[in-house]
């Protein structure tokens, strides 16, 4: 059964900068993606960013390109969201996914198979 476990949540000030971590295990990731998304109270969870396991090739949406970025260490099976240049819009719980076949646009929830816990991002003005 697979498992992600996030970690790296926490306050900040805004301008400031967080890494989330997210430990993917029982089983295999050579291809497939990974990615994150994110909740804020009261909304729909949003894709934030994902990488291809195999190719490295990172996507992100609109509103955190050039703050955000997400990274993947093969051999440890983990990416990281390094989030810099944070808003209080940014606050929300971030969630890790994988996705095995990715036969979906990645922004689309239903395309990715396994989800973490979850880890919560406060950014105060």
């Known amino acids: 059964q697979v498992q992600l476990v996030e970690s790296g949540g926490g306050l900040v000030q805004a301008g400031g900068s967080l890494r989330l971590s997210c430990a993917a295990s029982?089983?295999?990731?050579?291809?497939?993606?990974m990615g994150w998304f994110r909740q804020a109270p009261g909304k729909e969870r949003e894709f934030v960013a994902a990488i291809s396991w195999n190719t490295g090739s990172t996507y992100y949406t609109g509103s955190v390109k050039g703050r955000f970025i997400i990274s993947r260490d093969n051999a440890k099976n983990t990416v990281y969201l390094q989030m810099n240049s944070l808003k209080p819009e940014d606050t929300a719980d971030y969630y890790c996914?994988?996705?095995?076949?990715?036969?979906?646009?990645?922004?689309?929830?239903?395309?990715?198979?396994?989800w973490g816990q979850g880890t919560q991002v406060t950014v105060s003005s």
């Open positions: 029982g089983g295999t990731f050579s291809r497939g993606a």
């Open positions: 996914a994988v996705c095995r076949t990715c036969s979906g646009a990645y922004y689309n929830r239903n395309t990715w198979d396994y």
